[in-house]
């Protein structure tokens, strides 16, 4: 069989071939099972200005089914190998993904948007479908689509704008972006804000703000029980998501064209006095470029914990399931919400504190949606799931 020029014969596709990729390494609580080598072909290569690889195991090894990966925050093209691609691969998935085209901080250029996200997972789909006849001689019989946090909400849009491309999609805890309702740009102010008088920082708040302060943390979304995590989150994500997503979106308000600084993380008032309720119509025309519109044209499963730190169930999960339904787009969504889980897996290897991993989930309702897709078997009923055990009895990668 002859092979394109840049595709390159991998010995073993997974990590225990590659290497762990340390974008990867960050998001799992523990690596998923690897029982196997995958020998296969690896394509390297840009896509509209991103970073992508295609891997496709061996003929004998593939399942008919290509899966295109929506990579999570502003992470690398291998930042899914833990969460999805180890197990893809041995369930004998071609696999795709990219960086798209915004790794890192490139979207503190008011100039790059996260717009560019559609056209660049439309590219890299259509790539590795045109990889997937090259190398098995046939199209593949079904095309899904997963992803998590910034790669959910790139798995929301696919399908409302793509659907033609895909069979369905799998998302967990994907961003959700609306004008009229919450969504980064209006919690995380309040968060950066509330969270240092909470925990009375300065040492002269009295209780009564203290007080006020939490239960204004709450009203946002926050679950209560979380609270032990938050310090973790707003010195990981929420200081630098408020920069870089309001740099990105609100480039007039001028603290946010403010180069980054270390010292927020002690003092964040300079960024986290945004006025979010006052500039929500002028950022509201940035909003619409990338906004979530409820109109998915193929099946959908969500999974997202309730103990979101970062995205909080109710106004991303929920919310976003409530446009979809509003849309009467609803027999086509389940939304599972998982109990104790949180946003990021890797962040309980440390802190476990009765949270648990979403990754199983995740694994499973990829299994729901082939089943769904292929097979007509419905998946299980929407609502919340505390144990695995209640959402599937099938052996699972990322299980333990």
């Not at 998946?379 to 055990?389: L, Q, V």
Request: proline share 6%.
């Amino acid at each position: 069989m002859e092979k394109s020029a840049t595709l390159q014969e991998v010995a073993d596709l997974t990590s225990r071939g590659m290497g762990v990729d340390p974008d990867a390494d960050a998001l799992v609580y523990r690596w998923p099972k690897v029982e196997r080598r995958i020998p296969g072909w690896l394509w390297q290569g840009r896509m509209q200005g991103a970073k992508s690889r295609v891997q496709l195991p061996r003929p004998d090894l593939w399942n008919g089914r290509l899966l295109i990966g929506g990579t999570p925050a502003v992470r690398g093209e291998r930042s899914l190998d833990g969460v999805l691609g180890d197990i893809a691969l041995q369930d004998g998935y071609a696999f795709a993904t990219c960086d798209k085209a915004t790794p890192s901080l490139v979207l503190r250029d008011p100039n790059r948007s996260m717009a560019e996200w559609l056209p660049v997972y439309k590219a890299l789909t259509e790539q590795a479908r045109e990889l997937v006849t090259e190398v098995y001689g046939e199209k593949s019989r079904y095309t899904y689509i997963a992803g998590l946090s910034n790669g959910g909400y790139v798995t929301r849009r696919m399908l409302e704008e793509y659907p033609q491309l895909f069979d369905g999609g799998v998302e967990w805890e994907g961003v959700f972006w609306h004008p009229t309702r919450r969504h980064l740009l209006t919690t995380l102010p309040e968060w950066v804000m509330d969270y240092p008088v909470f925990l009375n920082w300065r040492g002269d708040y009295t209780l009564t703000e203290r007080r006020q302060a939490h239960e204004r943390l709450l009203s946002t979304g926050l679950a209560a029980v979380s609270e032990p995590f938050w310090n973790d989150y707003f010195m990981v994500y929420w200081v630098v998501s408020l920069w870089l997503y309001g740099r990105n979106l609100d480039r007039q308000w001028q603290p946010f064209a403010v180069q980054w600084s270390n010292d927020w993380l002690r003092d964040p008032s300079f960024i986290g006095k945004y006025p979010w309720a006052e500039r929500r119509q002028e950022i509201a025309t940035e909003i619409d470029k990338i906004a979530n519109t409820g109109c998915i044209g193929k099946p959908l499963l969500s999974v997202a914990g309730n103990w979101d730190c970062l995205i909080p169930f109710q106004n991303h999960a929920q919310a976003y399931a409530e446009l979809v339904a509003f849309q009467g787009r609803a027999a086509w969504h389940r939304l599972y919400e998982i109990e104790a889980g949180n946003h990021v897996d890797a962040m309980l290897r440390g802190k476990r504190q009765g949270q648990q991993p979403v990754q199983p989930f995740f694994e499973a309702a990829l299994h729901h949606l082939e089943a769904w897709v292929e097979e007509g078997i419905l998946p299980p009923r929407a609502g919340k799931y505390t144990r695995i055990e209640e959402f599937t009895g099938m052996q699972l990668y990322s299980k333990f």
